[in-house]
Nanobody
Framework: VQLQASGGGLVQAGGSLRLSCAAS??????MGWYRQAPGKEREFVAA????????RYADSVKGRFIISGDNAKNTIYLEMNNLKPEDTAVYYC?????????????????WGQGTLVTVSS
């Protein structure tokens, strides 16, 4: 499985960015995003289940970020709105093949390269 993320960049606080992640290789059941800020551990951001058309978000991004996908293109997107300086991080696309009803159990073995998002105040 290969995951190719893109779309990071520099944006002012309150602005928007859209990340994309294209997958190739084996069929995937769940795709999502994690992020890692400088000096912090990697944390979950959002996930999408192709099988059940469900999504899940970290509390810190609920109401601001939207995860969506194009099954035909094996691509997911992360629309990030009202960005805050604390959203600054390297964002990683991740995926797994296991079909899970509960996205809290998302444990991705597949990871893409990170894309840097910098939000200036």
């Amino acid at each position: 499985v290969q995951l190719q993320a893109s779309g990071g960049g520099l944006v002012q606080a309150g602005g928007s960015l859209r990340l994309s992640c294209a997958a190739s290789g084996r069929t995937l059941a769940i795709m999502g995003w994690y992020r890692q800020a400088p000096g912090k551990e990697r944390e979950f951001v959002a996930a999408l289940s192709w099988s059940f058309d469900r999504t899940r978000y970290a509390d810190s991004v609920k109401g601001r970020f939207i995860i969506s996908g194009d099954n035909a293109k094996n691509t997911i997107y992360l629309e990030m709105n009202n960005l805050k300086p604390e959203d600054t991080a390297v964002y990683y696309c991740a995926a797994e093949r296991g079909i899970k009803l509960n996205l809290s159990a998302f444990r991705p073995p597949y990871w893409g390269q990170g894309t840097l998002v910098t939000v200036s105040s």
